[in-house]
């Protein structure tokens, strides 16, 4: 079992730049062998990729935070993080971590309140 804690979140001013945290905790190798990710859900809208970080490091990215947002994650591989730069009003949303191991088991945190004052 993998839990995934969510923090970061926040207002922030259009233009502005934050970052959130996504801490897993359960088993180490596990989580180490784990793809993670950031999606994000905007009020109405359906729930939409927003970075992705394999377990090798290979990182992917939607068109709309392209050069604005990046993801990492730790040595220890049982953090990610995502800088966000440039944000708009449009990143408003409620993002979400989430993780996939190499069963197809996917885990979900709770998400964290992002909103971008214009």
């Known amino acids: 079992q993998v839990q995934l804690v969510e923090s970061g979140g926040t207002l922030v001013q259009a233009g502005g730049s934050l970052r959130l945290s996504c801490v897993a905790s359960?088993?180490?190798?596990?989580?180490?062998?784990?793809?993670m990710g950031w999606y994000r859900q905007a009020p109405g809208k359906q729930r939409e990729l927003v970075a992705i970080i394999s377990s090798g490091g290979s990182t992917n990215y939607a068109d709309s935070v392209k050069g604005r947002f990046t993801i990492s994650r730790v040595n220890t591989k049982t953090t990610v993080y995502l800088q966000m730069s440039s944000l708009k009003p449009d990143d408003t949303a409620v993002y979400y971590c989430?993780?996939?191991?190499?069963?197809?088991?996917?885990?979900w945190g709770r998400g964290t309140q992002v909103t971008v004052l214009s």
């Open positions: 359960g088993s180490t190798f596990i989580i180490n062998n784990m793809g």
């Open positions: 989430t993780a996939r191991g190499v069963d197809g088991r996917s885990y």
